[in-house]
């Protein structure tokens, strides 16, 4: 079992409680994780044995393109997609975090991770 990660996606979105967030937008980070079975990719060198992370990079960006109002709906959404369009995935693990929420204090940013498996 290997893992194909993508670390640190940046994003501007509308996701948020508020209506204002839903409107302003934000700074938003994603880190995604897939473990699958890459060993025929590794001595073969092919693509078609592994998991595109380009293919994880598209799940992503269109799902943050998405407002919703909750993190947890937007991660949920990603690990679903992973899981039903990349068949050589086995689990996945995402975090998305959200920079400067606004919870009437200082705070750098809230995470929420998901993990799903197949």
């Known amino acids: 079992m290997g893992k194909v990660a993508l670390k640190g996606l940046k994003f501007k979105a509308y996701h948020g409680y ?17 473990k699958t ?4 990719a590794a001595e073969n ?7 595109d992370y380009e293919q994880l990079y598209k799940i992503v960006k269109e799902e943050m393109g998405i407002p919703s109002k909750l993190l947890e709906h937007v991660v949920k959404r990603i690990t679903d997609r992973v ?7 086995d689990k996945v693990k995402v975090s998305l975090s959200k920079f ?15 993990k799903a498996k197949r």
């Open 37 to 40: 079975v890459f060993l025929k």
């Open 100 to 114: 400067n929420p606004p919870i009437g204090g200082d705070c750098r940013e809230s995470k929420v991770t998901l």
């Open 83 to 89: 899981i039903k369009e990349i068949k050589a995935v």
């Open 45 to 51: 060198d092919d693509l078609d044995n592994t998991v």
């Open 18 to 34: 508020y209506d204002e967030e839903r409107q302003k937008g934000n700074q938003f980070e994603v880190n995604i994780a897939v």
